[in-house]
């Protein structure tokens, strides 16, 4: 079986190969494709991948190329994972967005927008290509924003997809982590959109179908070393309290709009802008160290936690990352899977048969009530050979369910404005946005927006 990776050059691609190492004989992997249009930056990171590779003895074949249509052919599983315009566009995205006086966040609100108006096309150029080249392979998108563009490439046709994110299945390993008990015990319903997103259960031991067990959600929203040690520390106690639910850290730039934005404004580098520096110095010295393969990882590891501990600083008043764990060395914080462990288990539910149960962004086929059916949420999801089924959840309570009828109206004028480069149909999307919600603001964002990624997105109308 070959995986192919498009964007493998990318800064998590390391991440994937000791999962895959873990799981390569179950789901019996021949070939790992990373293919990147960077042929630079894809040599330097993919340098890291093969050096895990060989370490761990991995039993398929490590590829490498620049040629999608190679690394497209033939294959079962394909992970999407870019960032067309590169850290540069992230910069544009959220400096023009805070300069205009609304937040400044890649997936997001305006940020959001201006990320899924360069990666929507690319990716669904990338999806046709598999069609030709890879019928019957699953796809599986990381790239933010990871529902909306999952989403668009629903609306155009592309069936087998799965937006990925590890934020999905936060309550079940915050969980798994604070009482101790192993993950394959812990089941959580999860409802919402791509980081929009509540749990109203986390159970212990439950029925194959998800009844009975121990339910200790209520408990653990109780318990303040639970809250401290995960990111709810983000939000006021007053606002879990009336929710009631585990909460998807996005939630803080809607419950927490006006502190997010001073905090966002009140910094001289903007999360892009921190990026953009630290994925420039670590290309930097995996350059002056290529060849040697220890000091290629360890300058790898060293900026990849710094990236981490400086997630979402802004809204921790300078508290470390309470949800890090301690720095214990570079291939063993390597092993913690996160956004591969999501994927790995579906390719691997679905090429063993195995049920595998976590939290997707697909069609809702029912699942929650008063969302069509080919509305992309973010639901709990069984996995098998047969594909996914998202599990159903019901009726929601009516203030999430307001908030996600609302982003999901932004979701779909915006995958429509994406796909016609319709300027109206954009306006109206971000005009819809509550975190913008003026139609003049719209207006100026859109104008800038395309004006600024004219090189990626070409003209619009």
Known sequence: MKLTVIGGAGVRAPRLIPSLVKRAARLGLSEV?????????????????????????????????????????????????????????????????????????????????????????????????????????YIYNFTNPAGLVAQGLHDAGVRRVMGICDSANGAQHAASTHLGVPLARVRHEVFGLNHLSWTRSVRIDPEPDGSGGEEVLPALLQDARFIASTHMALFHPAVFQAQGMFLNEYLHYFFHRDEALAALLAKTESRGEQVLRLTTGMLARLRAVQGDPQASLDAYHQVMRERESTYMAHAREGQARPDLRPDDGAESNLADEGYAGVALGCVEAIATGQPHYTGLNVPNQGAIEGFREDDVVEIGCVVDANGVRPVPVGAVPEGPYLLMRTIKRYERLAVQAILQRSKSLAVEALATHPLIGSYPLAVRLVDAYVEAHRASVGEWH
């Not at 042929?39 to 039993?59: D, F, H, W």
């Not at 590169?86 to 544009?92: I, N, S, W």
């Not at 997001?108 to 999806?127: H, N």
């Open 33 to 137: 494709c990373l293919m990147d249009i960077d042929g630079e930056k894809l040599a330097l990171v993919g340098g890291i991948c093969q050096t895990l590779a060989e370490r761990q003895n991995a039993p398929f074949r490590l590829t490498l190329t620049t040629d999608a249509r190679s690394a497209i052919s033939g294959a079962a599983h394909i992970i999407t994972t870019l960032r067309p315009a590169f850290e540069m566009g992230r910069v544009l995205d959220e400096r023009i967005a805070l300069q205009m006086g609304v937040l400044g966040q890649e997936t997001t609100g305006a940020g959001g927008f201006a990320m899924a108006m360069r990666s929507l096309p690319v990716i669904l150029d990338y999806c046709r290509m598999a069609d030709e080249l890879a019928p019957g392979a």
